[in-house]
């Protein structure tokens, strides 16, 4: 079974400190990917990379960078958070030429 | 770009009714279809997936799914719902020239005992 953890289930922050998110998946995925859900709003995509150092805007970056330095970790970067970035993260990945994502647990981060 | 809508924002049935939940997108290419389900407290696993062939899908815990090409529809069924179907459920599209999947905003379905 394709397995992807998440660093943490919670973690709360203060207003302008820098948070890292942490996603490693065991399946030699290519793909991977940052999302936020909020209620009504579904999962939003932050950013996705395809392969090593390669990475992609979503449809929502702004506040947010990533870091792809090996294949299986994926890291989600908020230079300096502030309450509107708190939210649920999902992190998830697929196989090159196959769409099927799949997802961590997520983490909710509360921004105080 | 492609856009996916769920109408229906909270479903509430009673064990033993009939599912159906909408899902329309628009995007004119070629497009791979999806369906989520989120339980409480559990992460986002996949119920199921359209390609290609089959317009009807069937997929885990006796949910179905049918494309309507001409309708841009995907909407998800299932005959006879349980408690344990309480969940929220995602919609998802992918254009085939795209690696990335658009979602709906969700469909929280309450299953009463």
């Known amino acids: 079974d394709v397995k992807v953890t998440q660093s943490s289930r919670y973690l709360v922050k203060r207003t302008g400190e820098k948070v890292f998110l942490e996603c490693v998946q065991d399946?030699?995925?290519?793909?991977m990917f940052w999302y936020r859900q909020d209620p009504g709003l579904g999962l939003r995509l932050i950013y996705f990379?395809?392969?090593?150092?390669?990475?992609e805007k979503g449809d929502i970056p702004e506040g947010y960078s990533v870091s792809r330095e090996k294949k299986e970790r994926f890291s989600l970067i908020l230079e300096s958070a502030s309450t509107n970035q708190t939210s649920m993260y999902l992190c998830?990945?697929?196989?090159?030429?196959?769409?099927?994502?799949?997802f961590g647990p997520g983490t909710r981060l509360t921004v105080l | 770009a492609q856009s996916v809508s769920q109408h229906n924002h909270h479903v509430i049935l009673s064990e033993a009714a009939s599912l159906e939940l909408g899902c329309n997108y628009s995007?004119?290419?070629?497009?791979?279809l999806f369906w989520y389900v989120q339980y409480p407290g559990q992460h986002l696993q996949l119920l199921l997936k359209?390609?290609?062939?089959?317009?009807l899908v069937k997929g885990i815990k006796g949910f179905e799914a049918e494309f309507i090409k001409s309708k841009f529809s995907f909407n998800l069924r299932k005959p006879s719902v349980q408690w344990s179907d309480t969940a929220e459920y995602f919609c998802?599209?992918?254009?085939?020239?795209?690696?990335?999947?658009?979602f709906g905003s969700g469909t929280q379905l309450t299953v009463l005992p």
């Open positions: 998830a990945s697929s196989k090159q030429g196959e769409n099927t994502q799949y």
């Open positions: 399946m030699d995925h290519e793909n």
């Open positions: 990379s395809y392969d090593v150092k390669m990475k």
């Open positions: 995007y004119g290419g070629t497009v791979n």
């Open positions: 359209y390609f290609s062939g089959d317009p």
């Open positions: 998802a599209v992918n254009a085939l020239s795209a690696r990335q999947l658009t």
